[in-house]
């Protein structure tokens, strides 16, 4: 099995694919939302698409992912649970392209607009926190993690469940509990751990162009 990767490595990967190969973020970010959408789509074809966003890279993604599952023929929303001028970079840039290709964007900072806006999910996708997050997920990430708990929808979350720690596989109080798992790039170290298996669900891992040469260099590819 190819090694998995720790958030540091994580972070190296992408600076030095962005830095010295010239690749940028944004491209990055379309390869993985892209792959992302397709696994999906392949698992659940057809099914209503709620996808969680936050405000990092994680929801860059997320915005991507729901551009290419309309593509795909996907009743598709978007629920941010915070303002969309809070974005920056790359997140804000696919969050303007999916404003442009009118999908459905609703801003839900509150547990009761949170609630109404999954309730008729029958998939939910969790771009809400990243590899980069530690510690418990605050307000109002924790809210809606609690509700997409409780929801009976199909979930799915995207590089790694918001509330589980990529590195050392510790869950948060209030953790995103996947049936699938979309990862990038590599598994990251903290899915090796045997109790994180019951949060992750199966996990799938999805290239996103970084060079092999780079791949190689982290004992991949």
């Not at 999906?40 to 405000?55: D, E, F, Q, S, T």
């Not at 980069?132 to 929801?151: D, H, M, Q, W, Y």
């Amino acid at each position: 099995m190819p090694p998995s990767l720790s958030r540091e490595q994580v972070r190296s990967v992408d600076r030095i694919a962005i830095q010295e190969f010239g690749i940028r973020g944004v491209v990055l970010m379309e390869n993985a939302g892209r792959g992302a959408a397709e696994v999906i789509h392949r698992l659940y074809p057809g099914n209503r698409i709620v996808l969680l966003c936050g405000k990092g890279n994680n929801a860059g993604d997320g915005y991507v992912i729901a551009r290419h599952l309309d593509r795909l023929g996907h009743d598709v929303r978007l629920v941010s649970v915070v303002a969309l001028d809070e974005l920056t970079g790359d997140a804000a840039e696919n969050a303007g392209i999916a404003r442009k290709a009118e999908l459905e964007i609703v801003i839900a900072s509150d547990g009761e607009s949170i609630s109404h806006a999954i309730d008729d999910a029958e998939v939910l996708v969790d771009c809400l926190l990243g590899t980069g997050a530690t510690g418990a997920p605050r307000e109002p990430f924790a809210s809606a993690v609690r509700l997409a708990n409780g929801s009976s929808a199909v979930r799915i979350a995207i590089d790694v469940p918001t509330g589980l720690d990529c590195d050392s596989g510790k869950a948060s109080e209030v953790t995103f509990r996947a049936e699938h798992t979309i990862t990038f790039v590599a598994r990251k170290l903290g899915m090796d751990y045997p109790a994180a298996g019951d949060l992750t669900g199966e996990i799938h891992v999805v290239e996103i162009g970084v060079p092999t040469r780079l791949l190689r260099s982290f004992g991949l590819g």
